[in-house]
């Protein structure tokens, strides 16, 4: 049996006014996620746990199999075993990203115009986080560039119980109540501060203005934790696997669960990424003797985070197309036994611009049972609540796809 989950982060929405008050799974045209849900079991899960943040990191870990309650120490950490970054026990790394703040004078009378800085290229970033940490680093702390706007700061003995706002939550909003609190507040930010000197008139930034993109004009600091310890998923489920992932998020993830990771050229992280080479790999790790691949798409996310409608569904069309497409066509030529579960990490309503709690749509079809029960016409959110069945506890759909 060959196990394929597709992760569209973020995919799952609420009605839209752009779109006849529709979500774009409803409006998406997706024949391949239809004939999933058509032929599979579709449901509704809790991913993200009463009381905990709704974010990427908690809600893939849960669907990955591993209860979030046990196994969460923050985002940034899972992002650093990517990066290459081997934290000591003493480490705390913070995701460090650029973004693009309002020009106000005063750094605390800014607004968050872009957590992304017009999802600047990995290229530019990486020489803008090098200055930052020539100027800011020191024994105690380091930067690390990772791929576009999504970099590490690491801090040896650094506080671990700040309350850090992720800078996607604010999109358009002044930062003013949203710098950092608590646990060393006033050093943090100080070096969100310090960074905006060192990259004002910084060459990149005027040469991104030039072209008509944003410049990134300051750091912004979150997502901070300690090394993670997460079980074998192979000890768990006796199966080898491998993870296909722009973000070092999702990456990081696989790492810790001792998945393989299967770089794609062209996975960018957003709507412009390469989804048919993300297939061609999954495949060719089929091909190739694996058991299992999380192949996690970002762009849907991206589009929420950036209210952008056209893009959101766009994206899932092309999920839908070049993704499942493709493995729905010759996934059968390797094995005649499979099984695919197609879901969200979480909500990203484009209303909202940034994560949502609430439980997310589900298919997991199996290719030697095609009536199983709890079917739907279409792979919807409302489709889903209609089956009844609700995984309250998130991490136990991974139990259900591969035991069940
Ligand atoms: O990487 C990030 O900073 C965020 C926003 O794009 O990703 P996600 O929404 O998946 O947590």
Avoid at 127 to 144: M, P, R, S
Avoid at 379 to 395: H, Q
Wanted: net charge negative; proline share 7%; hydrophobic share 40%.
């Amino acid at each position: 049996m060959k196990y394929l989950v597709i992760l569209g982060d973020g995919m799952a929405d609420y009605p839209v006014p752009e779109l006849n008050g529709q979500t774009p799974l409803e409006v998406s045209h997706k024949p391949q996620m239809d004939f999933l849900a058509k032929h599979g079991t579709v449901g509704l899960a809790r991913t993200v746990p009463t009381g905990m943040p709704p974010g990427s990191d908690v809600a893939n870990l849960a669907v990955m199999g591993y209860n979030p309650q046990i196994y969460y120490t923050g985002r940034s950490p899972l992002e650093a075993v990517s990066i290459g970054v081997d934290l000591s026990p003493s480490d705390v790394a913070f995701r460090c990203n650029l973004v693009t703040l309002s020009e106000d004078a005063d750094y605390s009378a800014k607004t968050m115009v872009d957590y992304s800085s017009d999802e600047i290229s990995t290229e530019e970033a990486a020489v803008l986080i090098q200055d930052i940490g020539a100027q800011l680093g020191n024994d105690q702390i380091h930067f690390y560039p990772g791929i576009s706007y999504r970099h590490l700061m690491v801090w040896h003995g650094g506080p671990t119980a700040s309350r850090l706002t992720p800078p996607h939550d604010i999109s358009d909003r002044p930062i003013h109540d949203h710098l950092p609190k608590g646990d060393g507040a006033a050093q943090l930010l100080e070096f969100m501060v310090q960074s905006a000197d060192i990259l004002k008139n910084h060459p990149v930034n005027l040469r991104r203005i030039q072209r008509g993109l944003r410049p990134a004009t300051s750091i912004w600091l979150w997502g901070q934790g300690t090394k993670p310890n997460i079980s074998s998923f192979h000890e768990k489920y006796q199966l080898h696997g491998s993870v296909i992932s722009a973000v070092d998020l999702a990456k990081g993830l696989g790492i810790c669960a001792g998945l393989n990771v299967i770089e794609v050229p062209g996975a960018t992280g957003n709507v412009h990424t390469n989804y048919k080479g993300k297939a061609e790999a999954a495949l060719a790790a089929f091909a190739a003797g694996q058991d299992f691949v999380y192949l996690h798409v970002e762009a849907p996310d991206e589009a929420g985070h950036r209210g952008e409608v056209e893009n959101k569904v766009k994206a899932i069309e092309k999920i839908d197309g070049e993704i499942l497409g493709p493995i729905l066509e010759r996934l059968p030529e390797l094995t005649p036994d499979y099984k695919i579960m197609l879901l969200p990490d979480h909500p990203t309503p484009l209303s909202l611009k940034t994560h949502v709690a609430d439980p997310v749509p589900f298919v997991i079809y199996q290719s030697t049972q095609t009536s199983p029960g709890h079917s739907t016409a279409c792979f919807t959110e409302k489709s889903a609540a209609v089956t009844g069945l609700f995984i309250e506890e998130g991490f136990r759909l991974m139990d259900r796809f591969i035991l069940g």
